[in-house]
């Protein structure tokens, strides 16, 4: 019990550490959101008189006639309503409900990307770690090129390999414009046709990942004595790689899932710009460059929220697979 | 690569430059020769690799030309003239790519030793001090590694304007973001290392903290240290890429990531313009892979199961079987 309560307090502390950084970040920097917005203004031939400066300031919630502890409070009960302000860049819709527009994009793609390669680099690190010593140990210097070329060009190379030359997946956006949005067949099947190649490209770059730390865990619990005893008992080799060496060798695998759960997030961002795709993390990069704030930091803290309740998820699924875990809290 | 070597050769034990016929290595590697990464091919085409990119950014830009020319021939291939074609606009990409590649170095180093100190200040003195500070610490840290990095870094680049975006506030944030898992690892390795003999005879014989922590524990994290310092070069350099691509880089300076920013800008992949836009990803790709390839190395330090099997057998008297060997021969 003791294991879940600590847990629970940490992401309770992060939670309150994101939403204050969210809340101090405008603050602290040297930019002042309304002065940038007035200048914007002022550049297409607006008006700009103190009334103007004035509405900016209440539509982005700059007002500084209030004290810091005052607007944080009121900040704070905003957040607890769900409220998330207006978007200036999609106005007058509320930043809520543009984020929830643009999140079950980024969930599916990334989330079933991300799975596919977390599965697919442990059973191919599991071999590997296993027939140590013979041709597989060749695959470990091709993860390491592939862990080093940064994930946009080797997106964009993809790209312009698969679908501009083969013409095999369509380059850009995340289903046909031209079907009606629903849950109907063929929307559905151009929305996962549309999937396929920003979701290979995912699993290329991050699979190199998993297989070499599944490997070095494998090679290491090679030497356990339990192994030696499965071997004394003349169990099939099979049995033992999966149930003995693979089983505790994917332990630290599955808590590492949890950190790199924010890369995740990160690489969503860069596949959602080269591939013009309709999730969350073009959605931010589109919030900063129309100097949408309250987007941005809408967006930040779902991505944040998201981030941390995955975490949460694997841990307490950490401590139901690895007793000792709990054990040692 | 490691294939061609016959497996129980036990050449690589060798210093460069001793031949066959020599004597084999002694056994156990004492002194500073136990903390320096053994000579295998590995390492020897990682530091190749990342000593001729170092060399290309140092030294490139001072026989290069000023990279912004713009001549009257935009976008042709690679010719005498132009070894590596021109930009869009007529612009050289070899002398463009000399300036890069010393920008995203100067990045890639200055992030690196940011954040290894400020891991090292996190995680060794939590790790050795314990106690509410250590829970402090380390509370701080998994806090800031779980926030994720790049929307932050997005966030937060798009509050600066970019004419105050400099090289040393894209690398200050970068640090931020980027310094706290080496922080949990040199944690942990702090937290084994504390409680070793030597550590508590040297706080018996009355050394202070610090003294234990600069003199007992540090030069024992060193392999850890360096493969840290070498982990956030990598990262530095690719986030800043990834930054520059996404147009929030430092707007003062011209880095690899720049250069893949107008190249995409300038359509370059639609009119298959390769000679832009592959050398700049293929520079940090070799330098990433150049780095890594050491940090395999030193990872073999760090954990000596990790160390190739036939070498182990090689370096060690035979008749020395440890259990763990008897089970890997079976294993493999």
Redesign the interface.
């Given at each position: 019990m003791r294991y879940y309560a600590r847990k629970l307090g940490f992401y309770l502390v992060a939670l309150w550490a994101a939403v204050t950084l969210n809340f101090f970040i405008p603050r602290m920097m040297p930019g002042n959101p309304v002065d940038i917005l007035m200048a914007k203004l002022q550049q297409r031939g607006g008006t700009v008189d103190p009334a103007v400066r004035r509405s900016y300031e209440l539509l982005l919630g700059a007002d500084h006639s209030d004290s810091l502890a005052q607007q944080y409070f009121s900040y704070l009960s905003h957040l607890l309503h769900g409220d998330l302000g207006v978007s200036v860049s999609a106005y007058p819709a509320k930043v809520s409900d543009v984020i929830g527009q643009s999140l079950p994009w980024t969930i599916v793609l990334i989330g079933m990307a991300t799975l596919i390669s977390f599965a697919l680099g442990l059973a191919l690190g599991t071999l590997v770690g296993w027939k140590r010593g013979t041709w597989l140990d060749s695959v470990i210097p091709g993860t390491t090129v592939l862990a080093a070329v940064p994930y946009f060009w080797l997106a964009l190379i993809l790209a312009a390999l698969l679908s501009s030359t083969l013409q095999w997946f369509p380059l850009l956006g995340g289903y046909d414009v031209s079907l009606a949005m629903g849950w109907n067949w063929p929307f559905i099947s151009s929305a996962i046709y549309h999937g396929i190649l920003p979701a290979l490209t995912i699993v290329i770059s991050s699979v190199g990942g998993w297989l070499l730390g599944m490997r070095n865990m494998m090679v290491s619990t090679a030497a356990e004595d339990y192994m030696l005893t499965a071997r004394a008992k003349g169990l099939r080799n099979r049995r033992i790689m999966i149930r003995y060496a693979a089983r505790n060798a994917a332990l630290p695998s599955v808590a590492g899932f949890a950190t790199s759960l924010g890369f995740v997030v990160s690489g969503s961002v860069m596949t959602e710009q080269v591939f013009s795709y309709p999730g969350i993390g073009g959605r931010l990069l589109q919030a900063v460059e129309n100097n949408d704030y309250a987007l941005m930091q809408g967006i930040f803290l779902v991505i944040t929220v998201a981030v941390l309740g995955a975490n949460l998820l694997v841990d307490l699924l950490y401590g139901l697979i690895d007793p000792r875990t709990r054990a040692s809290n | 690569?490691?294939?061609v070597i016959p497996?129980s050769s036990g050449l690589e034990d060798l210093p460069p430059g001793a031949g066959p016929g020599a004597v084999p290595a002694p056994a156990r590697r004492t002194g500073r020769r136990a903390v320096l990464p053994t000579w295998t091919p590995?390492l020897a085409v990682g530091l190749g690799l990342v000593v001729v990119i170092a060399l290309f950014g140092l030294i490139g830009p001072v026989f290069a030309g000023n990279p912004d020319t713009i001549r009257n021939i935009g976008l042709t291939g690679p010719s005498g003239d132009h070894w590596l074609g021109t930009t869009q606009t007529g612009q050289d990409v070899l002398d463009q790519l000399t300036h890069a590649t010393r920008g995203s170095l100067q990045i890639g180093l200055l992030v690196g030793v940011m954040a290894t100190a400020l891991s090292a200040v996190f995680g060794v003195i939590g790790g050795y001090v314990g106690g509410i500070v250590d829970e402090a610490f380390s509370?701080f840290s998994?806090?800031v590694?779980?926030?994720?990095?790049?929307?932050?870094v997005?966030?937060?680049?798009?509050?600066?304007?970019a004419d105050?975006r400099g090289s040393w506030t894209i690398a200050l944030v970068l640090t931020v973001t980027g310094w706290a898992?080496a922080a949990r690892v040199l944690r942990a390795q702090t937290l084994s290392l504390r409680n070793r003999d030597y550590v508590s005879a040297a706080r018996v014989a009355g050394e202070k903290p610090w003294r234990v922590i600069c003199v007992e524990i540090l030069p024992n994290l060193l392999p850890v240290l360096a493969s840290q310092f070498v982990f956030s070069v990598?990262a530095a350099v690719?986030s800043e890429?990834?930054l520059s691509?996404?147009?929030?880089g430092a707007s003062n300076s011209s880095t690899l990531?720049t250069m893949?920013y107008f190249a995409?800008n300038g359509f370059a992949?639609?009119r298959?313009a390769w000679w832009w836009?592959?050398p700049?990803?293929a520079i940090?790709?070799?330098?990433?892979?150049g780095?890594?390839?050491v940090n395999?190395s030193l990872?073999e330090i760090i954990?000596p199961?990790?160390r190739?099997?036939?070498r182990r057998r090689a370096g060690r008297a035979a008749s020395v079987t440890s259990?763990?060997d008897?089970?890997?021969s079976?294993?493999?």
């Amino acid at each position: 019990m003791r294991y879940y309560a600590r847990k629970l307090g940490f992401y309770l502390v992060a939670l309150w550490a994101a939403v204050t950084l969210n809340f101090f970040i405008p603050r602290m920097m040297p930019g002042n959101p309304v002065d940038i917005l007035m200048a914007k203004l002022q550049q297409r031939g607006g008006t700009v008189d103190p009334a103007v400066r004035r509405s900016y300031e209440l539509l982005l919630g700059a007002d500084h006639s209030d004290s810091l502890a005052q607007q944080y409070f009121s900040y704070l009960s905003h957040l607890l309503h769900g409220d998330l302000g207006v978007s200036v860049s999609a106005y007058p819709a509320k930043v809520s409900d543009v984020i929830g527009q643009s999140l079950p994009w980024t969930i599916v793609l990334i989330g079933m990307a991300t799975l596919i390669s977390f599965a697919l680099g442990l059973a191919l690190g599991t071999l590997v770690g296993w027939k140590r010593g013979t041709w597989l140990d060749s695959v470990i210097p091709g993860t390491t090129v592939l862990a080093a070329v940064p994930y946009f060009w080797l997106a964009l190379i993809l790209a312009a390999l698969l679908s501009s030359t083969l013409q095999w997946f369509p380059l850009l956006g995340g289903y046909d414009v031209s079907l009606a949005m629903g849950w109907n067949w063929p929307f559905i099947s151009s929305a996962i046709y549309h999937g396929i190649l920003p979701a290979l490209t995912i699993v290329i770059s991050s699979v190199g990942g998993w297989l070499l730390g599944m490997r070095n865990m494998m090679v290491s619990t090679a030497a356990e004595d339990y192994m030696l005893t499965a071997r004394a008992k003349g169990l099939r080799n099979r049995r033992i790689m999966i149930r003995y060496a693979a089983r505790n060798a994917a332990l630290p695998s599955v808590a590492g899932f949890a950190t790199s759960l924010g890369f995740v997030v990160s690489g969503s961002v860069m596949t959602e710009q080269v591939f013009s795709y309709p999730g969350i993390g073009g959605r931010l990069l589109q919030a900063v460059e129309n100097n949408d704030y309250a987007l941005m930091q809408g967006i930040f803290l779902v991505i944040t929220v998201a981030v941390l309740g995955a975490n949460l998820l694997v841990d307490l699924l950490y401590g139901l697979i690895d007793p000792r875990t709990r054990a040692s809290n | 690569m490691t294939s061609v070597i016959p497996p129980s050769s036990g050449l690589e034990d060798l210093p460069p430059g001793a031949g066959p016929g020599a004597v084999p290595a002694p056994a156990r590697r004492t002194g500073r020769r136990a903390v320096l990464p053994t000579w295998t091919p590995k390492l020897a085409v990682g530091l190749g690799l990342v000593v001729v990119i170092a060399l290309f950014g140092l030294i490139g830009p001072v026989f290069a030309g000023n990279p912004d020319t713009i001549r009257n021939i935009g976008l042709t291939g690679p010719s005498g003239d132009h070894w590596l074609g021109t930009t869009q606009t007529g612009q050289d990409v070899l002398d463009q790519l000399t300036h890069a590649t010393r920008g995203s170095l100067q990045i890639g180093l200055l992030v690196g030793v940011m954040a290894t100190a400020l891991s090292a200040v996190f995680g060794v003195i939590g790790g050795y001090v314990g106690g509410i500070v250590d829970e402090a610490f380390s509370l701080f840290s998994n806090v800031v590694l779980v926030i994720p990095g790049l929307p932050l870094v997005i966030v937060i680049s798009g509050f600066v304007p970019a004419d105050q975006r400099g090289s040393w506030t894209i690398a200050l944030v970068l640090t931020v973001t980027g310094w706290a898992a080496a922080a949990r690892v040199l944690r942990a390795q702090t937290l084994s290392l504390r409680n070793r003999d030597y550590v508590s005879a040297a706080r018996v014989a009355g050394e202070k903290p610090w003294r234990v922590i600069c003199v007992e524990i540090l030069p024992n994290l060193l392999p850890v240290l360096a493969s840290q310092f070498v982990f956030s070069v990598i990262a530095a350099v690719l986030s800043e890429a990834g930054l520059s691509f996404l147009g929030l880089g430092a707007s003062n300076s011209s880095t690899l990531g720049t250069m893949l920013y107008f190249a995409q800008n300038g359509f370059a992949l639609q009119r298959e313009a390769w000679w832009w836009f592959v050398p700049p990803g293929a520079i940090i790709a070799a330098f990433g892979c150049g780095l890594a390839l050491v940090n395999l190395s030193l990872d073999e330090i760090i954990n000596p199961r990790l160390r190739r099997p036939g070498r182990r057998r090689a370096g060690r008297a035979a008749s020395v079987t440890s259990r763990n060997d008897a089970v890997r021969s079976t294993a493999v």
